[in-house]
C-alpha cells in the first residue's frame, strides 16, 4: 500500500493529457514516412502498379489528419483548486469552451469507481456533492487516478479536521497595533 501525501491547503493543479510526441518529433516522423511512401511509391509506379502511389499518399494524408486531430484533443485541460474555502473544477475543452464546478469541502465526496470481479480495475475519478457529480482526469491513466484521488482525500480530510475556515477580523492576525 503506497502512502500519498496531502495536497497543500490552498492548491491549484492542472490536469492535461499525455502527448507523447513533440512537434519536432512529428515533423521527423512525416518527413520519414512521407519520403518512405514516396520511394516506394515511386517503385511500384516504376513497375507500372503506378495506382498504389496514390494509396501510399493517401496513407501520408491520413497520419498527419489524424496526428493533428490528436494534437487539437490535447489542447484540452481540467483545474483542480482550492480557493476561498471552495474546490473548484474546471474543464476547458480542445475549443476553448470551459466550465466549472465549485464544491463545498466539507460535503464533497471523490469516488474513484472500481470495475471487474474483483474491483480490481481503476474507473473514473467522480466528485460529488449534493446531486451535481463530475469526471475528473478521465485521460489520466488509472494509476494517475488512483494517487489523484488519494491526494485529494487526505486533503479534504485534513481541511475537514482543521475546522472551518476563520471569518471577519480572525481571519487574518493582527501582529500590529490597532489605530
Given at each position: 500500500m503506497e502512502t500519498f501525501t496531502?495536497?497543500?491547503?490552498?492548491?491549484?493543479?492542472?490536469l492535461r493529457p499525455n502527448r507523447s510526441l513533440s512537434q519536432r518529433g512529428f515533423l521527423?516522423?512525416?518527413?520519414?514516412f512521407g519520403g518512405a511512401s514516396f520511394a516506394l511509391g515511386g517503385y511500384f509506379w516504376l513497375l507500372g502498379a503506378w495506382p498504389v502511389f496514390g494509396f501510399f499518399g493517401l496513407d501520408v494524408v491520413l497520419l498527419y489528419f489524424f496526428f493533428r486531430l490528436n494534437y487539437r484533443y490535447?489542447?484540452?485541460?481540467?483545474?483542480?483548486a482550492m480557493r476561498?474555502?471552495?474546490l473548484i473544477f474546471g474543464q476547458v475543452s480542445a475549443t476553448g469552451l470551459s466550465r466549472e464546478w465549485s464544491f463545498d469541502p466539507y460535503w464533497v465526496r471523490p469516488k474513484l469507481e472500481r470495475l471487474g470481479q474483483d474491483g480490481e480495475d481503476i474507473g473514473n475519478l467522480i466528485l460529488s456533492s449534493h446531486g451535481k457529480y463530475v469526471s475528473?482526469?478521465?485521460f489520466l491513466s488509472p494509476d494517475e487516478r488512483a494517487e489523484l484521488a488519494a491526494r485529494l482525500q487526505l486533503s479534504l480530510k485534513q481541511i475537514i479536521n482543521a475546522g472551518p475556515a476563520p471569518q471577519g477580523d480572525e481571519a487574518s492576525p493582527d501582529y500590529g497595533q490597532r489605530a
Open positions: 496531502a495536497l497543500p491547503s490552498n492548491f491549484s493543479l492542472t521527423w516522423l512525416m518527413a520519414v490535447a489542447r484540452r485541460y481540467e483545474t483542480l476561498d474555502g471552495k475528473v482526469g478521465a
